[in-house]
Structure formats: structure tokens, C-alpha cells
């Protein structure tokens, strides 16, 4: 009898385990790829060299660059800002997405003067430091200054092959049975010139 409690115990806890392994949330992952081969990439980013494992489902999307003259009322834009001292929203990256992704607005890796702000584009005012977009969804609203220097984008379907070296990327993995990072779905960018 104790050793058959023994095994149904052994057998509940690696059960147990396994499912919260199953439901670790994914890692995020920014930087630029300083390695890749057919099955892997590595990339360096501000925690140091991370070594990222490709898998067949995952989803590559590419930061196809776009002139902000493309961009339209009633797109739905993800767009990375800076708050000046002043409150303006300042925007360093507008990438259009396909279809509405997390709509809101939030701080962004954790820093009190950068934000994220998934929206629908409510408005395109000529403003004298850049274009101002008026950035709508539920709840609320941001005006947001996009400078010309500001990266602009649409996601597009991406391939293997644009992960390349010096590319910057933006990705969520799960860890493995082994410890190793599984790529979920990679954003990668055209390697800057």
C-alpha cells in the first residue's frame, strides 16, 4: 500500500510539474541577432547573449518600413513613445499592424518615461515638431508627436530568412523541458545600416 501511494505521489508531482512548466507565461526578448543558423538564433541583448531555438509553428513577422504618408485614420498602430518632461508623447517606433493587438495604453519595459499605446488612429494633425497622431481606444485617448526620425513600419508575414545578423528583434519564447528558449513568434527588423 505505502508504495503504491508512493508511485500515485511521484506520478501527482511530476503531473504537477509539468503543467506549470505548461503555463510558464513567455519571455520576452529584445535586441539584435548576433548569431543564426537554420534552427536557432542567438541574440544580444541587454541581459547579455541569448540563445533562442527556432521551432516548425514558430511565427515570424517583418518590420516592412513605411512612410508615415501611408499612414491612415482608422489603422490600427502600435506605437513605442518617450515622455518629455513636458507630458508630450514622443514617438520613436509606429509599426501598423494587420488587425487590433492589446489595445490600450501602458508603460513600456517597465521604464516610467517610455509607453506603449495600441490603438486605432482617431486623427493626423501637421504639428510643428512632426506629424501628431490622436490615438483612440477603449477608455481613452493619447496624442502622440511622431518625429521624422521615427521608425515606421507594417508587419508583414515573415520568413527564416530575414533572421539575420545585426537584425533587431523582438520576440516571446517558452522555455523547454531542457531549459532552452522555444521562439513563439519572432518581430524582426531590417539590420540597421
Same mark, same amino acid.
Given at each position: 500500500?505505502?508504495?503504491?501511494?508512493?508511485?500515485?505521489?511521484?506520478?501527482?508531482?511530476? @503531473?504537477?510539474?509539468?503543467?506549470?512548466?505548461?503555463?510558464? #507565461?513567455?519571455?520576452?526578448?529584445?535586441?539584435?541577432?548576433?548569431?543564426?543558423?537554420?534552427?536557432?538564433?542567438?541574440?544580444?541583448?541587454?541581459?547579455?547573449?541569448?540563445?533562442?531555438?527556432?521551432?516548425?509553428?514558430? %511565427?515570424?513577422?517583418?518590420?516592412?518600413?513605411?512612410?508615415?504618408?501611408?499612414?491612415?485614420?482608422?489603422?490600427? @498602430?502600435?506605437? %513605442?513613445?518617450?515622455?518629455?518632461?513636458?507630458?508630450?508623447?514622443?514617438?520613436?517606433?509606429?509599426?501598423?499592424? #494587420?488587425?487590433?493587438?492589446?489595445?490600450?495604453?501602458?508603460?513600456?519595459?517597465?521604464?516610467?518615461?517610455?509607453?506603449?499605446?495600441?490603438?486605432?488612429?482617431?486623427?493626423?494633425?501637421?504639428?510643428?515638431?512632426?506629424?501628431?497622431?490622436?490615438?483612440?481606444?477603449?477608455?481613452?485617448?493619447?496624442?502622440?508627436?511622431?518625429?521624422?526620425?521615427?521608425?515606421?513600419?507594417?508587419?508583414?508575414?515573415?520568413?527564416?530568412?530575414?533572421?539575420?545578423?545585426?537584425?533587431?528583434?523582438?520576440?516571446?519564447?517558452?522555455?523547454?523541458?531542457?531549459?532552452?528558449?522555444?521562439?513563439?513568434?519572432?518581430?524582426?527588423?531590417?539590420?540597421?545600416?
Amino acid at each position: 500500500m505505502k508504495t503504491h501511494f508512493i508511485a500515485v505521489l511521484s506520478v501527482s508531482l511530476a @503531473l504537477a510539474v509539468a503543467a506549470a512548466q505548461a503555463q510558464q #507565461p513567455p519571455q520576452r526578448v529584445r535586441g539584435t541577432i548576433s548569431a543564426a543558423d537554420a534552427g536557432a538564433i542567438t541574440v544580444k541583448s541587454n541581459a547579455g547573449n541569448v540563445a533562442v531555438h527556432l521551432a516548425e509553428k514558430t %511565427t515570424i513577422v517583418f518590420t516592412q518600413p513605411t512612410p508615415l504618408s501611408d499612414i491612415k485614420a482608422g489603422d490600427f @498602430l502600435g506605437v %513605442t513613445s518617450v515622455k518629455r518632461e513636458d507630458g508630450v508623447l514622443t514617438a520613436y517606433e509606429v509599426r501598423r499592424f #494587420p488587425k487590433p493587438l492589446n489595445p490600450g495604453h501602458r508603460p513600456f519595459d517597465g521604464k516610467s518615461d517610455q509607453t506603449m499605446t495600441n490603438a486605432t488612429v482617431g486623427a493626423i494633425v501637421q504639428a510643428a515638431n512632426g506629424r501628431e497622431l490622436t490615438m483612440t481606444y477603449e477608455g481613452g485617448s493619447q496624442k502622440i508627436v511622431v518625429p521624422e526620425n521615427a521608425s515606421i513600419s507594417t508587419l508583414v508575414p515573415g520568413n527564416r530568412s530575414q533572421l539575420v545578423t545585426g537584425a533587431p528583434v523582438n520576440l516571446s519564447a517558452v522555455p523547454g523541458d531542457d531549459g532552452k528558449l522555444t521562439a513563439i513568434r519572432i518581430q524582426v527588423s531590417p539590420p540597421k545600416k
